[in-house]
């Protein structure tokens, strides 16, 4: 959200979370327990922002695909079964011409390379890669550590820094991509 001089005019935040007692991040900039995660982030925008930030608290199912739309789509699930999900947003994304992107493992707790790679050639042997491209997924970019819950590794906050961090920058890309 906090770009200056370029990005996105529009921002769609859709998540169904609501903030816990341990998402701390969002309690630190003044979230209730409670809040919806998505109405939060919209709200941090607020009037006169310079860019449109709608949040939508709902989980993305077959049924509300609609919600999605933009020229670049990123994507972040955690928890359950989110590879089937993810593969329906690439597709219904793809559909409509948009560019998509996702992690592919954020776990680690140290200085964990973030991998930037498009999901062709990305390494087959991630259950990521493997579900995706088993899915008919292409042209699809993909960020993290490659580390996933299987892996020892705990999620901790530097890691998802950095992560957010090239995500961000990825995002920039593509959506520059787009405009070309």
């Not at 919209?42 to 049924?63: D, N, Q």
């Not at 994304?93 to 954020?106: L, Y």
């Not at 996933?148 to 961090?165: A, C, G, Q």
Request: glycine share 10%; net charge negative.
């Amino acid at each position: 959200m906090q770009i200056h001089r370029g990005g996105p005019s529009r921002i769609n935040v859709i998540d169904g979370q609501r903030i816990s007692a341990d998402d701390l991040i969002f309690r630190f900039l003044g979230a209730r327990v409670g809040d919806y995660k998505a109405r939060f982030i919209e709200g941090l925008a607020g009037k006169g922002f310079s860019r449109e930030v709608k949040g939508f608290p709902e989980y993305i199912t077959g049924e509300n695909l609609d919600l999605i739309s933009g020229d670049v789509v990123c994507i972040q699930i955690a928890g359950g079964d989110t590879l089937p999900v993810t593969a329906d947003i690439i597709k219904h994304a793809h559909r409509s011409g948009a560019a998509t992107i996702s992690t592919m493992g954020v776990f680690g707790i140290d200085r964990d390379d973030v991998k930037v790679e498009w999901l062709d050639e990305a390494p087959p042997e991630n259950p990521v890669v493997e579900y995706l491209q088993a899915a008919g997924i292409r042209d699809h970019l993909l960020v993290g550590t490659g580390k996933l819950i299987r892996d020892w590794e705990p999620v901790t906050p530097y890691v998802l820094d950095r992560v957010s961090e090239v995500m961000t920058s990825e995002v920039l890309k593509l959506l520059r991509r787009r405009m070309e």
